[in-house]
């Protein structure tokens, strides 16, 4: 290597962690070295093979920085308050300035909106040093706010919609039925101010989770971006929510825009978890040193254990259970996962003495893709099959009404007869089923292998499972159209139940695998 | 050798170095590395800049070849004298230690 190849790389593997007054002084001091080496008679070849690759050189010099560093350079305030104005933009376009409930149009802003804070944070963005752990609390605690405000808010709503209308029975002796039994018989006005005061104190409360959100991503861990925009995914659900309010016309224009302002809403979780290995990654790009990491024997059996659990829900799900049952099934999701990923951390800890430094460029590609396919897989089935039942069945034929419907209805028009129908939805469970339970394996075997991220891949599979499961169960039990399609935007809510586990869980996971590091 | 106990001794031995005479850099990483040949010249630049920003060390600067950037030259501080001072204490102790074990 020659000299400038040499000071090139340096630059390169110090950009992310120091400051640009520190990287000249470093860059110019080893300009120096390689002046004295030269007086010395050496070549630059010499000298580079002496000094050590670019990458260590920039490692040992992360390694010797002062520990509680927590400041970040000064450079960042500019693109703190450039960031904090987007922010602040994208908010206040969703709650106020926007008057009717546009699906294309605020979608297209949220997710433009973030992208570009993105850009501008992670150009200021520098390797900070993390210290306490009151984040871990701070980071479940946020999501799980916005994460139950939301589907309360969701769930009230509607079911005094249907109360009132008549579309549903009250279920008896719920707590739910309770609240809108005493709403039923208030008053017009009174509900109209209880519903506004509701809509502002969620928003407020959405408002004081981003600030701190964004207040922490640059302070402390990447993480916090992904409650920044699973909080905005809140603020412009309740946003929707009231245009939904003020312009409702009838049940089922309310119905359709309701379950269409939570689907945004769970789109913009979905968006924070496709985000966060990048985000992650990036912001922690340290120089990487290649480490020969050979998976040990015993590792291999634990990989091998948990993969037989993580079947044995799968089987659970998949052939079991023979009706519907949500208390049970939420218990075996929520209880026997976290269970499983608790022990795999326990295992993990005590036979990987390290977590090998592995090339992360791959893990920043397989985890997005991992959690784009498994969204794909949830929404292909969830949409295909609702809509195409929904083709099927109706005596006055439907009409198509955006590209979506156009194309299930034009496949569901290419089967004549109901038997080949049928083996095209069993087909398609199959398939969906197989290409997931892949994807668990990846997933399971990149977690003992690698980065705890990959934890959250198998969270996120195992709700694609149960939706499927579940699809499978409705679709055999069909009494009505109406019931079909309550009980599959029900089924639904609990697939992005699962999603919004996996986005409380990574910070968890995240910290108590690290402590393996030394 | 373990990380945190090569990294004291390394430490201590670029105290050592710039105790009395204020040094270029390089002259300490070549210096250095003819005892540790198998240190990379790089950690010993690391812990110079560690020991000049914990205080340890001060810098001051030199010319350098003509047209070529300035030299830093370390040189311990009154700080470094102390924590130099309890880390050859420290060593000794332990050196005592091994050495009536019979090592």
Same mark, same amino acid.
């Given at each position: ?518 | ?43 010993? *630049?690391? @812990? ?10 001060? %810098?001051? #600067?030199?010319?350098?070849?003509? $047209? ?5 030259? *370390?040189? @311990? ?10 880390? %050859?204490? #420290?060593?000794?102790?332990?050196? $005592? ?7």
């Amino acid at each position: 290597m020659e000299k400038r190849d040499f000071l090139k790389k340096l630059h390169k593997s110090l950009r992310r962690t120091f400051t640009k007054q520190e990287i000249r002084d470093i860059l110019t001091d080893y300009e120096s070295f390689f002046i004295s080496g030269a007086n010395d008679g050496k070549s630059e070849n010499e000298i580079c093979t002496e000094l050590g690759d670019p990458d260590a050189v920039a490692l040992e010099l992360v390694k010797e920085l002062p520990r509680n560093n927590t400041v970040s350079p000064p450079i960042n305030i500019f693109i703190k308050i450039i960031a904090a104005l987007l922010t602040l933009f994208g908010f206040s376009y969703s709650l106020l300035i926007y008057p009717g409930f546009n699906l294309v149009r605020d979608s297209l802003v949220l997710f433009c909106v973030f992208a570009a804070v993105l850009f501008l944070a992670l150009i200021g963005k520098r390797n900070i040093h993390k210290s306490g752990k009151a984040y871990v609390l701070i980071l479940s605690f946020g999501n799980v706010l916005l994460f139950g405000i939301v589907i309360l808010i969701d769930t009230f709503i509607k079911e005094l919609i249907y109360v009132t209308a008549n579309i549903l029975p009250l279920k008896p002796n719920s707590i739910m039925s309770k609240i809108i039994d005493f709403f039923k018989f208030a008053d017009i006005e009174f509900l109209t101010n209880f519903m506004s005061a509701i809509v502002y104190i969620s928003a407020a409360i959405f408002f004081l989770i981003s600030v701190t959100a964004v207040l922490g991503f640059y302070r402390s861990t990447p993480f916090y971006f992904a409650m920044l925009i699973h909080a905005a995914g809140a603020l412009n659900y309740i946003g929707s929510v009231y245009n939904i309010l003020n312009d409702m016309q009838t049940i089922e224009h309310f119905i359709n825009d309701m379950n269409s302002a939570l689907k945004i809403y769970f789109a913009s979780i979905a968006l924070a978890l496709i985000f966060m290995p990048i985000i992650h990654i990036q912001s922690e790009k340290l120089p990487q040193v290649n480490r020969p990491s050979p998976l040990p024997l015993k590792n291999i059996f634990i990989g091998i254990l948990s993969a037989a659990l993580t079947f044995g829900v799968f089987f659970y799900f998949y052939i079991v259970f023979a009706w519907y049952n949500p208390i049970r099934e939420n218990i075996v999701l929520f209880g026997v996962i976290p269970v499983i990923l608790i022990l795999a951390l326990v295992w993990k800890r005590k036979s990987i003495p390290q977590i090998p430094l592995k090339p992360i460029k791959i893990h920043k590609f397989i985890l997005p893709i991992g959690y784009i396919l498994l969204f794909l897989i949830g929404a292909i089935m969830y949409v295909f099959i609702k809509k195409s039942l929904n083709y099927a069945l109706s005596s006055p034929p439907l009409i198509p009404n955006n590209i979506i419907d156009t194309i299930v209805f034009n496949i569901t028009d290419r089967f004549k007869d109901i038997e080949a129908y049928l083996n095209f939805l069993g087909n398609l469970v199959d398939a969906s089923t197989i290409i997931t339970i892949v994807i668990t394996v990846a997933a399971v075997y990149g977690f003992y292998r690698s980065t705890p991220l990959y934890s959250i891949m198998i969270i996120q599979a195992v709700g694609v499972i149960n939706l499927i499961g579940r699809i499978c169960d409705i679709v055999g039990d069909m009494a009505d159209m109406t019931k079909f399609n309550l009980a599959m935007d029900d089924i639904l809510k609990f697939y992005f139940i699962s999603i919004a586990l996996t986005i409380i869980f990574i910070p968890i996971t995240y910290i108590l695998s690290r402590k393996v590091k030394k | 050798m373990d990380a945190q106990f090569k990294k004291g001794i390394l430490e201590m031995c670029v105290l050592h170095t710039i105790r009395d005479n204020a040094m270029y850099g390089y002259d300490v990483m070549k210096y250095m590395k003819r005892y540790f040949p198998e240190v990379n010249e790089s950690t010993f *630049y690391a @812990i110079l800049r560690r020991l000049h920003a914990d205080g340890n060390a001060e %810098i001051t #600067s030199g010319d350098g070849e003509s $047209g070529g950037p300035t030299r830093k030259y *370390y040189k @311990i501080t009154d700080a470094g004298r102390e924590t130099l001072r309890l880390s %050859i204490e #420290s060593w000794k102790r332990i050196n $005592g230690i091994v050495t009536d074990f019979g090592i």
